[in-house]
């Protein structure tokens, strides 16, 4: 991985960790005698991702981290100078040597924000050699990490509320730096908890895990436990051989299931057996090594109903492969029956997971109404992000010495907003249809699918502006130019919410960062508030990002001027 320690004992990224045309970039900077010019970076995206109408921003925590802890080392600067022309100034190097982020502000989107095309993620002002060095590591930092959050909410809102999501992607993920990123920002995105302990140990995130089909399929059943004695979970009367109880109650099973005794596998049982001994009080079974029906769910049944005589009580069961929904259905009336018949009625409630490259469509099948599932488990199509494996994201040049710089190519949709801007979010109130006051349809035809329907408190655009203009105000009637949109329209919000925050000024910490669990609460809370049209993950309508008067018509200057 290409960390190291902070003073604090946090990973953070090496400052090398970037291209080397920075490097380049940063020399002729310096050459220039520009080196220590005030200049302001941006970095957004242009598209939201999956195809779908809005993003949740992750990775500012680690980009605060990085920033604060940012240093090249000796070994750093050896390095660019072998790989830089060998008769370039000493003094270069010094400078090298010397650079850290004190002179270096952000303002940013809190972490776990809904966020659109163009609208800021980060802004990052500072010493324009510097800011420009800062230009990889922060798109690496925050683009697979709000890639991934978006993902694992997209896979929430399929899932509903009430199923419990389990990222299990670290085997399949894209080296280990992927699979730790996937873990914690899956987490951020709505997941419940994660199988990667390191995760767990090092940002909190919940950690979960059963067992595989190696640990069954590793017994042969003549096995003997070296202590098979279980004591109540009570810890009131005396030990019960767990392996012997086992015996006795798989004959009831067997009897009641319609089942020879023989048929349910003895090394899954034993595998059972000793699982329970180990955590009798959190017992589980992988139904599937060998057959559900005629084995692993007998198996099973034996051992939770003998824990069960001990006051204990399974947690769960998993499966694997199959008709997932169609065996949890019929688990589920298997437990129902089983728990009447033998007075063990919390058994109808045992959990049952599953598990076994889920994707968006599987997953839709196994949480829709009526479903007897209860934990699904994702790895590859969590941490791949296999519908879209970038995010897109830019970090470019907005302003130096406080003037605008602004790109313009023959791509329009490649054109950057030039300036230092601030951002707003504009809310509804109920009942209200506030927008749409003076608004030509014509040039925009999404636009009225937007805004069908009111809902109490949720957003209706993001307002980009300069960041010398005074900030609008709720109930104040204002001039915006849609993107895309020929001519403007006025609006009338009834909540107005300012976007960006200022997180680092000048090199040192201006707002406290919340934790990893206050940002998984908080992107929900934000979900929330998005219309469900563009919460639709097929064909949503667009969520509007608005410019005003005075950063469109310094657009259309600049533009003018450069096409010149």
């Not at 589980?284 to 005589?309: I, K, T």
């Not at 006051?311 to 492969?321: C, H, M």
């Amino acid at each position: 991985m290409e960390m190291e320690l902070d003073d604090q004992g946090h990973m953070v990224v090496r400052p090398l960790l970037t291209d080397l045309y920075q490097a380049t970039m940063g020399l002729g900077y310096w050459r220039a005698g520009r080196a220590c010019e005030e200049a302001e970076f941006e970095l957004f995206f242009r598209h939201c991702p999956f195809g779908g109408s809005f993003a949740l921003t992750a990775g500012l925590q680690d980009c605060i981290r990085f920033l604060r802890a940012f240093r090249l080392r000796d070994a750093d600067v050896q390095f660019l100078a072998s790989v830089l022309p060998p008769d370039t100034d000493p003094a270069f190097f010094e400078h090298l040597r010397a650079l850290d982020c004190s002179r270096v502000s952000v303002r940013a989107l809190p972490e776990g924000s809904l966020a659109f095309p163009g609208v800021p993620l980060l802004q990052v002002s500072g010493p324009l050699l510097l800011v420009q060095l800062l230009e990889t590591p922060l798109l690496c930092l925050v683009s697979y990490a709000s890639l991934v959050a978006t993902n694992a909410a997209r896979l929430r809102l399929i899932a509903g509320p009430d199923k419990r999501l389990l990222e299990m992607g670290l085997r399949r993920a894209q080296g280990p730096d992927g699979g730790f990123t996937a873990s914690i920002y899956s987490y951020l995105g709505g997941f419940d908890s994660s199988s990667n302990t390191l995760a767990g140990q090092l940002r909190g995130v919940p950690v979960a895990g059963t067992l595989a089909h190696s640990f069954i399929t590793s017994f042969l059943g003549s096995e003997v436990p070296p202590d098979p004695m279980l004591a109540p979970a009570s810890s009131e009367g005396p030990a019960v051989d767990l392996p012997a109880s086992v015996n006795l109650w798989l004959k009831r099973v067997c009897i009641y299931l319609g089942l020879e005794e023989r048929e349910p596998h003895p090394g899954e049982r034993a595998a059972f057996v000793a699982y329970a001994l180990a955590f009798p009080r959190a017992f589980q079974g992988l139904l599937d090594s060998y057959s559900v029906r005629r084995s692993g769910l007998p198996n099973f049944l034996a051992v939770a109903l003998a824990l069960g005589e001990l006051g204990y009580r399974a947690v769960g069961v998993r499966l694997d492969s199959g008709d997932l929904l169609q065996q949890a259905k019929e688990i589920r009336g298997i437990f129902r029956t089983v728990g009447a018949e033998f007075q063990m009625p919390w058994l109808e409630f045992v959990p049952i997971a599953v598990s076994n490259n889920i994707d968006e469509k599987e997953l839709a099948r196994l949480a829709q109404k009526g479903s007897e599932v209860n934990v699904i488990g994702i790895g590859t199509n969590v941490v791949t992000c296999p519908k879209q494996p970038s995010m897109g994201c830019v970090y470019k040049l907005v302003s130096v010495g406080g003037q605008p710089r602004i790109k313009l190519t023959e791509e329009s949709q490649k054109r950057i907003l030039p300036g230092s801007k601030a951002a707003f979010r504009f809310l509804d109130s109920e009942g209200d249809f506030p927008l749409c006051l003076l608004c030509p349809f014509s040039s925009l035809q999404s636009f009225s699918d937007v805004f069908l329907a009111s809902y109490t408190g949720s957003l209706l655009l993001d307002l980009l502006q300069l960041a010398e203009e005074p900030p609008p105000k709720a109930g104040q009637e204002l001039r915006v130019w849609l993107q895309g949109a020929q001519e403007p329209c006025t609006v009338k919000p009834a909540q107005v919410e300012p976007l960006l925050r200022l997180y680092l000024q000048q090199g040192q910490p201006y707002e406290p960062l919340p934790s990893l669990e206050e940002s998984r609460a908080f992107a929900q809370q934000s979900l929330s508030r998005l219309r469900p049209a563009h919460k639709q993950l097929q064909n949503p309508a667009v969520y509007q990002v608005a410019l005003s008067e005075k950063l469109r018509a310094l657009v259309d200057s600049l533009s003018a001027r450069g096409a010149l």
